[in-house]
T-cell receptor, first 115, second 109 residues
Framework: ETGVTQSPTHLIKTRGQQVTLRCSSQ?????VSWYQQALGQGPQFIFQ???????GRGNFPPRFSGLQFPNYSSELNVNALELDDSALYLC??????????????FGSGTQLSVL | AQRVTQPEKLLSVFKGAPVELKCNYS??????LFWYVQYSRQRLQLLLR??SRESIKGFTADLNKGETSFHLKKPFAQEEDSAMYYC???????????FGKGTKLTVNP
């Protein structure tokens, strides 16, 4: 059983650029969630995808967008990067059954630095 | 609004001492509460959830709806318990987990 993998592990971008982060879900999981973790803070929910559709969204602007593919892998896209977007981005996969989320399995994260 | 408060940023105890990591929440409905843990150089992982009423690695947590608390306890701390601990809540069936800021536990020999 493979775990959740994220790429890249580190990324440096400049303000105004666009970035794409990738996540491969754990085998058998049909749901992927993305979280942003700023330094010294807990993870903050960005959005969740289930069956290739957005299934809930946190308090993030539209320049944060995502995709889930038929193989349940996922992308997080951030446009017009701002300095405050510098953070660790975590992907978590789970199985959604009967409108209930089973426990989350987290990846190691992508550390994004915006200069 | 849903909120999770972990009042202690850092907590240091000696091996064998009892440990309690505090978590308070604000939520108007019936939340589901969790503790997640991150050991050094490892990924964030679920430690326990209140609906399971289980003890994992000697840790327990009881949901106190009157005090809106979900404190994590262990009677005898071990050095390997040193880690970052996050309390989190969700509405039953919700896709969104709300995390606290975390408490870094250090267990000294």
């Amino acid at each position: 059983e493979t775990g959740v993998t994220q790429s890249p592990t580190h990324l440096i971008k400049t303000r105004g650029q666009q970035v794409t982060l990738r996540c491969s879900s754990q085998s058998g999981h049909n749901t992927v969630s993305w979280y942003q973790q700023a330094l010294g803070q807990g993870p903050q929910f960005i959005f969740q995808y289930y069956r290739e559709e957005e299934n809930g969204r946190g308090n993030f602007p539209p320049r944060f967008s995502g995709l889930q593919f038929p193989n349940y892998s996922s992308e997080l896209n951030v446009n017009a990067l701002e300095l405050d977007d510098s953070a660790l981005y975590l992907c978590a996969s789970s199985t959604r059954r009967d409108s209930t989320n089973e426990k989350l399995f987290f990846g190691s994260g992508t550390q994004l630095s915006v200069l | 609004a849903q909120r999770v408060t972990q009042p202690e940023k850092l907590l240091s105890v000696f091996k064998g001492a009892p440990v309690e990591l505090k978590c308070n929440y604000s939520y108007s409905g019936s939340p589901e509460l969790f503790w997640y843990v991150q050991y050094s150089r490892q990924r964030l992982q679920l430690l326990l959830r209140h609906i399971s009423r289980e003890s994992i690695k000697g840790f327990t947590a009881d949901l106190n709806k009157g005090e809106t608390s979900f404190h994590l306890k262990k009677p005898f701390a071990q050095e390997e318990d040193s880690a970052m601990y996050y309390c989190a809540l969700t509405q039953g069936g919700s896709e969104k987990l709300v995390f606290g800021k975390g408490t870094k536990l250090t267990v000294n020999p």
